[in-house]
């Protein structure tokens, strides 16, 4: 979805013609699987990390286009909002000192980004979901300006024919309705890269399935939308319902949501992209000029635009990617489970984690998805995205387990011996899997201590919003000095 677009209205020829193309685009998909060579060399990691900016009094500042303007740096894009903004790392290889290249370079960007945030009266936030975000901020007009989201939005409200509705049952519970897409704004993600060969994508991307719930216990930081205490991580429910275009007869038929988790183990990428044609249809229809089959026979690598746009507006937690970089076809397993924040080092931890864990289950001769079966894995996602680090979720062998405590006993020895395998450094392999052991041990992540925070200020005499308010201020304190969250001293009542 990073492709520019420009405002226009879709006729049924544009649709008809687009679908066209795109099957064209999955059949010359299909052919190279079987005789293109990708890179995979020396398999490359990205990062792409969604922010947001707030005001003195902790409110959303919607200033990101004054921001883009001062610091001229191309790493740093838009996002949906105004208060939104998204940073770019340099892709690299997590050999050695990878992982604390990826550290200092975001730590400088975001330091750079927050000096000048300063000079518009804002401040760099790190967090699944702004807290201080009401309903009246969550509006159309507060969309950022570049042309595709306005296009994406009324696509998708198009498409669902109806006001969107939110209805999230947590602790407390959120119901509301929409007339655009929003309130999706106010979550902020991680997104994790992973460069995959052809034949392994498929072990990467169900181990990654597998584990995206240990993943959002573990880094759940998003307990408040709207002034509400919902899930520990309730950016989940939030995208899944923003992003729905199905009103509630199309649900009840069973049509798949375009935010998703999938339905089944794969034993290809190509299986992913199939189904995102076949159940989907277009949200942009938008076609390139490129001939995708004549490219190929003339010994050119294919770009397929339209595969790769529409792709781009099929939400899967682990989405497949194509892409083609210096003129090399290369796929990635695009992990999007993780939240913003707390803190860099926080980040960086669960990223580590990721990394590593993944490869090692990737690789066994007797894999974990062999043994889950896959409508267990989506329960634990949404399990582990309502309860947090204090979730409990079935693992094979083990029967139903407090996620910490496989962690602990299971799954962070995978993790030391998958960044073993990628070279990573030992000592800084220590530091960042030492944060996730320590999380665990002390059942602190960053939702953890909002919740304690917002009760203890609640406690005090505050009320809700003065309370978020408040947390928020102490967040922010606490992320400028990179400590890890399960170090943060908790606030107490006097």
Not at 76 to 86: A, D, I, R
Not at 115 to 122: E, F, N, S, T, V
Not at 187 to 205: K, M, R, T
Request: proline share 6%; hydrophobic share 40%; with cysteine.
């Amino acid at each position: 979805m990073g492709k520019e677009v420009t405002p226009l209205a879709f006729s049924r020829a544009d649709r008809a013609r687009y679908r066209l193309k795109v099957r064209r685009c999955l059949d010359v998909f299909a052919l190279m699987l079987d005789a293109f060579g990708f890179d995979t060399e020396r398999p490359m990691t990205g990062l792409e990390l969604e922010l947001d900016l707030i005001d003195a009094e902790a409110e959303p500042a919607m200033r990101n286009a004054e921001l883009l303007a001062n610091l001229a740096d191309p790493s740093f894009q838009t996002e949906l909002g105004q208060f939104n903004l998204e940073l770019n790392a340099r892709p690299r290889l997590i050999e050695g000192n990878g992982l604390a290249d990826y550290e200092r370079d975001l730590a400088e960007s975001l330091a750079r980004a927050d000096d000048r945030a300063g000079k518009l009266d804002a401040k760099i936030l790190l967090i699944g979901i702004l807290p201080t975000l009401t309903p009246a901020h969550a509006v159309l007009e507060n969309l950022s300006a570049n042309p595709r989201y306005r296009l994406l939005n009324e696509q998708i409200v198009a498409a669902r024919g109806e006001d969107i509705s939110l209805d999230i049952r947590g602790v407390e519970r959120l119901q509301a309705t929409t007339d655009s897409i929003a309130p999706e704004a106010a979550g902020a993600a991680v997104q994790c890269h992973l460069q995959v060969a052809p034949e392994d994508f498929a072990a990467y991307w169900n181990a990654s399935q597998a584990i995206a719930a240990v993943q959002v216990a573990l880094g759940a930081n998003s307990p408040y939308l709207f002034g509400r205490q919902l899930w520990a991580e309730t950016r989940i429910a939030l995208f899944e319902q923003s992003t729905d275009t199905r009103p509630d007869e199309l649900k009840a038929q069973g049509v798949r949501p375009r935010a998703w988790f999938g339905e089944r183990w794969i034993a290809s990428i190509f299986d992913l992209f199939e189904e995102n044609v076949r159940y989907f249809p277009p949200l942009l229809p938008i076609c390139d000029e490129e001939d995708p089959v004549e490219v190929l026979h003339a010994g050119s690598v294919p770009t397929l635009g339209e595969l790769r746009l529409h792709n781009g507006t099929v939400y899967r937690w682990n989405r497949p990617v194509y892409d083609v970089m210096d003129g090399r076809p290369h796929l990635r397993v695009e992990n999007r489970v993780l939240p913003s924040g707390p803190t860099v080092a926080d980040m960086m931890a669960n990223i580590a984690f990721y990394f590593g864990l993944v490869r090692t289950l990737a690789e066994e001769d007797r894999p974990i998805w062999s043994q889950l079966t896959f409508s267990a894995a989506e329960e634990n996602f949404h399990t582990a995205s309502r309860q947090g680090i204090g979730a409990r979720v079935f693992w094979p062998r083990l029967g139903e387990v407090k996620a910490t405590d496989l962690v602990l006993e299971w799954l962070l020895p995978k993790a030391y011996e998958g960044l073993d395998r990628y070279g990573v450094h030992g000592p800084l392999r220590d530091r960042l899997l030492g944060i996730i052991e320590q999380r665990c041990l002390t059942g602190r992540n960053g939702a953890v201590w909002q919740v304690e925070t917002v009760q203890a200020e609640e406690g005090r005499g505050l009320d809700r919003p003065a309370a978020l308010r408040a947390m928020l201020q102490r967040y922010v304190e606490h992320q400028r000095s990179n400590q890890p969250v399960h170090t943060w001293d908790p606030v107490t009542i006097a």
